[in-house]
């Protein structure tokens, strides 16, 4: 992993339901699949300091349900849930997804990652149920933060396997 990709998330609303964010990492697509799907891996990019991960479960099948719990910096707590509605390791996931603060705003959340020439790119998909939903995620600070985080994650691995 050779290039620095921090803040190069692209994020873009294609209509009035739907946020599509798009990264590239310089690793296997396996390995990103893994740093996406294993608790060990989420609990150290899903919640970006301030903020502390305090639960992260996983039971990555159809029909298996996730949660991440995080305490902010001033010491509220949030957590998101959902339930896996397909998995295509290690290409694809499908999952709702549900914020806690949000209970009326749900969304089908798609994963897709492809892999070219050692890059692999990730677009994650958010299709909101209205629009009042897609309105509440136009606040992003901490998505490009968490991806980030991931790619340093995927950089330790993998120097970690090369030691």
């Given at each position: 992993m050779t290039s620095d990709r921090h803040g190069s998330a692209v994020i873009t609303f294609p209509n009035e339901l739907e946020v599509v964010i798009?990264?590239?990492?310089?690793?296997?697509?396996?390995?990103?699949?893994?740093?996406?799907?294993k608790?060990?891996?989420?609990?150290?990019?899903?919640?970006?300091?301030?903020?502390?991960?305090?639960e992260c479960t996983i039971d990555l099948r159809v029909g298996g349900n996730y949660r991440s719990s995080f305490v902010t910096g001033d010491g509220d707590v949030f957590s998101?849930?959902?339930t896996y509605l397909e998995v295509e390791p290690p290409t694809r996931t499908v999952q709702t997804w549900l914020f806690n603060c949000w209970p009326d705003v749900e969304a089908v959340e798609?994963?897709?990652?492809?892999?070219?020439?050692g890059v692999t790119t990730l677009t994650r998909s958010l299709a909101f149920r209205d629009k009042a939903g897609?309105?509440?995620?136009?606040?992003?600070?901490?998505?490009?933060?968490?991806?980030?985080?991931?790619?340093?994650?995927?950089?330790?691995?993998?120097?970690?396997?090369?030691?």
């Amino acid at each position: 992993m050779t290039s620095d990709r921090h803040g190069s998330a692209v994020i873009t609303f294609p209509n009035e339901l739907e946020v599509v964010i798009t990264r590239q990492f310089d690793a296997p697509i396996a390995l990103v699949f893994d740093v996406l799907t294993k608790p060990e891996h989420v609990s150290k990019w899903g919640a970006t300091p301030p903020d502390r991960m305090t639960e992260c479960t996983i039971d990555l099948r159809v029909g298996g349900n996730y949660r991440s719990s995080f305490v902010t910096g001033d010491g509220d707590v949030f957590s998101f849930s959902g339930t896996y509605l397909e998995v295509e390791p290690p290409t694809r996931t499908v999952q709702t997804w549900l914020f806690n603060c949000w209970p009326d705003v749900e969304a089908v959340e798609t994963v897709v990652l492809q892999e070219s020439n050692g890059v692999t790119t990730l677009t994650r998909s958010l299709a909101f149920r209205d629009k009042a939903g897609r309105d509440h995620m136009t606040r992003f600070d901490g998505q490009q933060d968490s991806l980030d985080e991931m790619e340093d994650i995927l950089r330790s691995v993998l120097d970690s396997s090369r030691a």
